[in-house]
């Protein structure tokens, strides 16, 4: 991995996880950045001391990059990414694949079109629990799953909201909490237990009506494909941003996500998976494995075949969202969609 260019498309709050794994990364270049807002495309500018542009057409034309990181709002990354794709760039997307099923469903036939390759940021994949749960699992050891819950406990206030304008709507985000916060624990819980084949579920906006339009709390109960039922609650409303739970019950033991693995055997052993901690200038809730992820996409960029977190595999997690909101809003198509 020698020689390559890399460019990161919008410099708002996620770009910086990208900037630092870009730095770290043996052979690869930081050679532009974009953003349509002109003070954070100056900040970056300054920051970094490669050329800025005010929109990725540009960036493309003079910059040339091999990768570009997409880390721009919800309702601008199935565009982007596809455009990057027709142009046979190579793209790392922020999470989730789009803000609607329609543009997740474009972005997944760009990818199936172009040599180029596709990551969707679903770091928590790379969480050395989640990698232990996986590993667990696709073993055999433990026996079948019987059950498996999840939960989303965090906080999120007014203020959060007002400090982007596309956070707290649907045209924006494409939802609120579901699509912003929880769409890791969903993704996981389907990666770990098996695609949902059906689900029951409920949003709402509990606390923060006065302020955004989308749901800030939501629960559901999944039939997986294996038969396995799960059940998922999550709410911005809790005082503090609590550990995630993820609890997944075997013939043979039971496996607990709270910060750090536990593994219960039914014969009375007891074994802790430590999750990694890092230091990094992002929010402690993002996680510790972007730059896992990044790192991994980057090494496989001459692989045959499509990256293992691409747009077909990230399409499940916004189904499951928004098949959510399709029982929740039955009167707003535009939510659904």
């Given at each position: ?210 302020t955004i339009e989308v749901e800030d709390t939501a629960e559901f109960v999944a039939e997986h494909a294996n038969g396995v039922r799960s059940a998922f609650y999550a709410t911005l409303a809790n005082a503090v941003n609590a550990p995630v739970t993820l609890d997944i019950v075997t013939e043979k033991a039971t496996l607990s996500l709270r910060g750090d693995l536990t593994v219960t055997y039914a014969d009375g052993r007891v074994d802790v998976v430590p999750e990694r901690v890092v230091e990094s200038g992002g929010r402690a809730y993002w996680g510790v494995s972007h730059e896992l992820l990044i790192n991994d ?41």
């Open positions: 991995m020698t020689g390559l260019k890399a460019a990161v498309i919008g410099c708002g709050d996620v770009s910086a996880v990208h900037f630092e794994a870009i730095a770290k990364l043996d052979g690869v270049t930081l050679a532009g950045v974009c953003d349509t807002d002109p003070g954070r495309l100056a900040a970056a500018v300054a920051a970094y001391g490669v050329p800025g542009f005010a929109d990725h057409h540009s960036l493309i034309d003079a910059v040339g990059p091999d990768v570009v990181h997409i880390t721009t709002p919800h309702n601008t990354h199935a565009a982007l990414a596809a455009d990057s794709l027709d142009r046979g760039v190579n793209v790392i997307v922020e999470k989730p694949l789009a803000h609607t099923l329609e543009e997740g469903r474009r972005l997944v036939e760009a990818a199936a079109k172009s040599s180029a390759k596709i990551a969707v940021c679903f770091q928590n994949r790379y969480n050395s629990t989640a990698q232990a749960m996986h590993a667990l699992l696709s073993s055999g050891e433990l026996g079948a799953v019987t059950g498996a819950s999840a939960t989303v406990m965090w906080h999120r206030d007014a203020d959060y909201y007002r400090s982007r304008h596309w956070r707290g709507t649907w045209e924006g985000g494409g939802g609120g909490l579901m699509m912003n916060q929880a769409i890791h624990t969903v993704d996981l819980l389907q990666w770990l237990v098996g695609d949902v084949a059906s689900l029951s579920g409920h949003a709402a906006t509990r606390f923060l009506g006065g996409f980057y090494a496989r960029l001459d692989d045959a075949g499509p990256f293992w977190i691409n747009p077909e595999e990230a399409e499940k997690s916004l189904r499951i969202v928004k098949e959510i909101y399709r029982q929740s809003y039955p009167d707003a198509a535009a939510r659904v969609s």
